[in-house]
């Protein structure tokens, strides 16, 4: 079993930034691709970001590719999402997940942790 915290989110005028924090328990974190998820009240779960076990391979969403960039430090057990140049369009809670088994890396109900998720908001 795998628990996760996420931290960071705020408050940000358009083309601000923010880092996401993830922090992961379990002896088997490091062996789990893991995900960033958001979402806005009334709308499913939007796919963010995806990094392989190791970090050697990562995917983004259209919306935020060359933006928003993932991370991963396995020693520390931990899982960030840095978020450059926002726009308003980026206002949601974001929440970071684990994918136990291989699986399709967009697709919410394919990861088997979650994390409570943390709130980001930007103005215009």
């Known amino acids: 079993q795998v628990q996760m915290v996420e931290s960071g989110g705020g408050l940000v005028q358009a083309g601000g930034s923010l880092r996401l924090s993830c922090a992961a328990s379990?002896?088997?974190?490091?062996?789990?691709?893991m995900g960033w998820f958001r979402q806005v009240p009334l709308k499913e779960r939007e796919f963010v970001a995806w990094?392989?076990?190791?970090?050697?391979?990562?995917y983004y969403a259209d919306s935020v590719k060359g933006r928003f960039t993932i991370s991963r430090d396995n020693a520390k057990n931990m899982v960030y999402l840095q978020l450059n140049s926002l726009k308003p369009e980026d206002t949601a809670v974001y929440h970071c997940?684990?994918?136990?088994?291989?699986?399709?890396?967009?697709?919410?109900?394919?990861?088997?942790?979650w994390g409570q998720g943390t709130q980001v908001t930007v103005s215009s």
């Open positions: 990094i392989s076990w190791n970090g050697d391979i990562t």
């Open positions: 379990g002896r088997t974190f490091n062996r789990y691709a």
């Open positions: 997940a684990a994918q136990t088994m291989s699986g399709t890396y967009y697709t919410a109900t394919k990861y088997d942790y």
